[in-house]
């Protein structure tokens, strides 16, 4: 590659933490206005790779060239007045905060006085990054708290224009976003392309990887796996360059025999946001619900559950009516939730392995004399065996763990409660093909042992690929229970946008 084509090169860049090797030896290339994706499975080493680019830490090994010079990663800020800046996937805006105060933080443009901003100067600053970047519907003056997702997105590329970055990261851009969200910032990002740009872009969303990249590198185990132009390969050949093996069947669904109904919901409703909804699960059924960000499927479920309260309905299991007021009530009754946001209300991100996967195993394990720690040490390793999670000791803060690693602690926690009725809120959402894989895996187990999924999920495919039934839903409301034989994904989107909206129930 022409020297003068290449805008970053990383060479020979190894990073060790104690007892792990993150990166070792990497060698990472991105030319001049190139979407150059990065992947690879959770704990592969993208992230640490990236934190050392943007000066988050400081590389053990190796040198960093940018734009011809060595890049100086001493700080975070340094780094960004050198033209990177990196957009994290959980993203930290000023809530409270203007647009326009959002693009210049720390950076705005003063009056003659000390100390002095001026703010009509800023205003129209940010309306022309605004307008540079083709987004002309949000105003500058509007308070970031009141933005979606994927408008708090498009801020934070205009603030890296404003800082006449170069180069742009973006860590799993899209998880939280709609199918049009997507497609608007795919098209920001092209047309910043056009303008000499250059991204890094890292996805476990191979389909994004495919529309939207030039060149593809791949980690796996903290090394550099391969790479080449997007258009060079295929699906199959990035999940083997990721995993290291071939990965026949994406979706381990299995036809089980189908058993009574464990949980039924009828006429349930929480004002202002579902209303009437209705549907039925069964033993050994793997229940899908898909529609839009936004539809009312994870607010169904915090209602089920007893973190909503609801104004009407009614909800039974085993045929029998259960009242839930509480999470309490429903773990009693057999049921189990595994939030959305795994991180926000999931984990005690602070606290170790083993207070994460034990915290609502005590009960079983103690009596109110008796704690008894060593029997709880036992149990916590006998469950990172089963679900083969990653960790250097259960005393491991839990937030140093990948994502895959972390869902599959949440699943530990709650599958040794031995619930009758899972429900899976977006269970793959945010980690790497291989850990989807053994995470579909364990759905299957427990669908053959007799338990009852229920399984939202915003990717079709996998809806497709591990769904029994599908309920769709659309602004609040169920507009369609269907069999998944002989539908696609075109049928789902026709209810899911409201075009549709024709009740039928299978297997009740």
């Not at 079983?364 to 720690?373: D, E, N, Q, Y």
């Amino acid at each position: 590659m022409p020297e003068e084509n290449v805008l970053l090169k990383m060479e020979h860049i190894t990073k060790k933490f104690p007892g792990v090797v993150a990166v070792n030896n990497m060698t990472f290339t991105v030319k001049k206005g190139e979407i150059h994706a990065l992947i690879g499975e959770n704990g592969a080493g993208k992230s640490t790779l990236m934190k050392i680019l943007s000066g988050v830490y400081h590389a053990d090994e190796g040198e960093i060239t940018f734009d011809g010079k060595p890049l100086i990663t001493s700080s975070i800020n340094g780094v960004l007045r050198q033209g990177i800046s990196m957009i994290y996937q959980e993203l930290n805006p000023l809530n409270e905060m203007t647009v326009a105060e959002n693009i210049y933080c720390n950076k705005e443009p003063g009056r003659k006085l000390p100390f002095a901003v001026d703010y009509k100067m800023m205003f129209q600053n940010a309306e022309k990054q605004l307008k540079e970047i083709g987004v002309e519907n949000i105003s500058p003056r509007e308070r970031v708290g009141r933005l979606s997702l994927a408008q708090k997105q498009l801020i934070e590329i205009a603030k890296a224009i404003a800082n006449d970055s170069k180069l742009i990261i973006m860590d799993e851009p899209t998880s939280s976003l709609t199918e049009s969200e997507v497609g608007l910032l795919f098209d920001v990002i092209r047309r910043l392309q056009k303008r000499g740009v250059s991204f890094i872009y890292i996805s476990h969303k191979l389909d994004e990887i495919f529309t939207i990249t030039d060149h593809v590198t791949v980690m796996r185990d903290a090394e550099y796996a391969g790479d080449a132009p997007t258009r060079e390969l295929d699906e199959n050949q990035l999940i083997r360059m990721m995993i290291g093996r071939e990965l026949t069947n994406v979706y381990p669904k299995e036809e089980l025999p189908i058993g009574e109904v464990s949980l039924e919901v009828k006429g349930l409703t929480c004002s202002g946001i579902i209303s009437d909804v209705n549907f039925a699960a069964h033993r050994g059924e793997i229940v899908g619900f898909a529609g839009l960000v936004g539809a009312g499927r994870t607010e169904v479920m915090e209602t089920i559950f007893g973190l909503r309260k609801k104004s009407a309905g009614k909800v039974y299991v085993n045929g029998k009516e259960v009242r839930i007021d509480c999470p309490r009530d429903a773990i009693s009754n057999g049921l189990a939730l595994l939030t959305e946001d795994r991180r926000g209300t999931g984990l005690y991100l602070d606290s170790s392995v083993m207070d994460n996967i034990m915290i609502l195993a005590w009960n079983k394990i103690c009596s109110p004399a008796m704690v008894r720690p060593a029997k709880g040490r036992k149990v916590c390793y006998e469950k990172i065996s089963e679900f083969s999670i990653k960790t250097s000791d259960i005393e491991q803060p839990v937030n140093q763990l990948s994502g895959g690693n972390q869902q599959k602690c949440l699943f530990a926690r709650w599958m040794q409660m031995g619930p009758e009725i899972l429900i899976l809120d977006e269970p793959t959402r945010g980690i790497d093909v291989g850990s989807k894989y053994e995470i579909y895996k364990r759905i299957t187990e427990s669908a053959r042992a007799g338990k009852t999924i229920i399984m939202i999920s915003s990717e079709l495919p996998e809806i497709l690929g591990m769904s029994d039934r599908i309920v769709v839903m659309h602004e609040g409301q169920v507009t369609g229970i269907l069999d998944n034989k002989d539908i696609d994904q075109d049928i789902i989107m026709k209810y899911a946008t409201g075009l549709m909206d024709h009740k039928e129930a299978s297997h009740e």
